[in-house]
């Protein structure tokens, strides 16, 4: 089973993916189309052309590991990101089936913004 945690990186890619690519071949896009080392413990995702599935490429220590969902019914929502990033938050709701664009959240202390 997938655990989601706050304490690793997700990386969304943007481009509907062809959900026939293997590990290999996602790992290239990460290093070829993200700029990332797919080596490096990020979690990266691909959502599928249809998007009623997607897949979790992360390196494990001694190897990749691949997760991967598919829907028997529905789609998964693919979110307006303004970077590559998404939060394990917004996964968990995408993962259940939840409209990202209809969650707000509700304020909390960010050190980064001083206002």
């Not at 979790?56 to 990101?81: C, H, N, S």
């Amino acid at each position: 089973m997938l655990a989601l945690s706050s304490s690793v990186r997700y990386f969304m890619y943007h481009e509907p993916t062809d959900m026939r690519f293997g590990i290999n071949s996602l790992a290239g896009l990460v290093r070829n189309k993200l700029g990332f080392d797919p080596m490096n413990g990020d979690v990266f995702v691909f959502l599928g052309k249809r998007s009623n599935q997607i897949r979790f490429l992360q390196w494990d220590r001694d190897g990749f590991a691949m997760y991967i969902k598919k829907l028997e019914q529905g789609t998964f929502e693919r979110p307006v990101l303004l970077g590559n990033a998404v939060t394990s938050g917004q996964l968990n709701l995408l993962l259940q089936g939840v409209r990202l664009v209809s969650v707000s959240y509700r304020k909390r202390f960010d050190p980064l913004n001083k206002a």
